[in-house]
Structures are given as structure tokens and as C-alpha cells.
T-cell receptor, first 113, second 113 residues
């Protein structure tokens, strides 16, 4: 049973560019959340998608946007990249009422130069 | 609002020592509680969970008991190994947080041979 898969694993972009990160949830999960984790810090919630709509959003600017597809997979898009966007981006999947926890992918390491 | 407080690290122990990482929480409802572990360079893995008071979560020799009277969920292991070196995050989710994970700051654990 595949867990959460994310692609790519590593990415280097230049300031001002745009990036798209991808996530496939664990089989049976229909809710996808995205987190940003800066080096040495805990995860920061970006947003959550359920039924192809953004259901919740953390304190991130509109440069961060997302999408969920009918097969529950999801994309995270970041426009006008800043050096401060360099981080590990984690995708997590769950059932809608996540009392039993989230399953995380291994993340995408984004470096902005 | 809901919050999680965990002991600051790094925690440095010798192999086979007893481990305790303290975690306390504040919540208005009845949260589910989680411990996640992050090994160097990797994503987050669910280590154990407890969904109601007095439940004990356990996995890989780690244990934590949901104590509602002390609002705590301390992580313990009787004999740590070098391979347990990682960052450990305590987290909660409940209806009041729309089932989003509320994270502690993380505790880095270093086990020396």
C-alpha cells in the first residue's frame, strides 16, 4: 500500500520564478494538506484541500496556491519565489476528520537562489 | 486557542538510557494527541497516537499515555538506541482546530554510543 508520494524530491529555482510541487495521497485518503518546514523549525500549515476545494488556509500570502484533482492528488504552486521560500515542503493526507492522524510524504526540498 | 508545549532540546543521552520527552497541551475540546518523528533529511512519520483520555499509544518501544487530568502526553522509551536520534514533535488535533495539527516546537534527541 503506497503511502504519500511527492515529486520532485529536490528542486533549485531562481528568485522570481514559479514552481509546482506534486503530491499523491495515501490510498483511501481524500484530504491533502501542505506544510512548509524551514530548516530547524516545525512545520507551518499552508492550506488543506478536500473535494477539490481549499478548505482551510494558514498565514501564507496569495503567492501560494494549490489545486486538488478528482483522483485526490494535489499540487502546490508558488509564484514570484523569494529566497525565504527555501524550505522542505511536506504533503500530508488524511480522512476529512483527521482524528487518527496524518500520513506525511518525504517532502520536496526547494532551494531558491 | 489550542497549543502544544514540549521540552526544549537538544536532549543528549547515552545508548540504553531511559528517555522522557515532556509534552503538555491546551485545548478546549477533546483532542487527539500524536507524536511524530523526523529523521535527518526525511519527512515526518507518525510514531504513535492516542484519541481519548487514558489511552496509551505505543510503537517501536516508545510509549505515551493521554493524561487529561494533567493535560500531558509525555513520550517515553526504556532503552534508547543510536538509531533513535531524530527530532520528535508532539501535536494535537480536534474539532476546534478543524482537525488541523497544532504542533509543538520539536525536541532534538541525540543518542551517543
Amino acid at each position: 500500500d503506497a503511502g504519500v508520494t511527492q515529486s520532485p524530491t529536490h528542486l533549485i529555482k531562481t528568485r522570481g520564478q514559479q514552481v509546482t510541487l506534486r503530491c499523491s495521497p495515501k490510498s483511501g485518503h481524500d484530504t491533502v494538506s501542505w506544510y512548509q518546514q524551514a530548516l530547524g523549525q516545525g512545520p507551518q500549515f499552508i492550506f488543506q484541500y478536500y473535494e477539490e476545494e481549499e478548505r482551510q488556509r494558514g498565514n501564507f500570502p496569495d503567492r501560494f496556491s494549490g489545486h486538488q484533482f478528482p483522483n485526490y492528488s494535489s499540487e502546490l504552486n508558488v509564484n514570484a519565489l523569494l529566497l525565504g521560500d527555501s524550505a522542505l515542503y511536506l504533503c500530508a493526507s488524511s480522512y476529512p476528520r483527521a482524528n487518527y492522524g496524518y500520513t506525511f510524504g518525504s517532502g520536496t526540498r526547494l532551494t531558491v537562489v | 486557542g489550542n497549543s502544544v508545549t514540549q521540552m526544549e532540546g537538544p536532549v543528549t543521552l547515552s545508548e540504553e538510557a531511559f528517555l522522557t520527552i515532556n509534552c503538555t497541551y491546551t485545548a478546549t475540546g477533546y483532542p487527539s494527541l500524536f507524536w511524530y518523528v523526523q529523521y535527518p533529511g526525511e519527512g515526518l512519520q507518525l510514531l504513535l497516537k492516542a484519541t481519548k483520555a487514558d489511552d496509551k499509544g505505543s510503537n517501536k518501544g516508545f510509549e505515551a499515555t493521554y493524561r487529561k487530568e494533567t493535560t500531558s502526553f509525555h513520550l517515553e522509551k526504556g532503552s534508547v538506541q543510536v538509531s533513535d536520534s531524530a527530532v520528535y514533535f508532539c501535536a494535537l488535533s480536534d474539532e476546534d482546530s478543524n482537525y488541523q495539527l497544532i504542533w509543538g516546537a520539536g525536541t532534538k534527541l541525540i543518542i551517543k554510543p
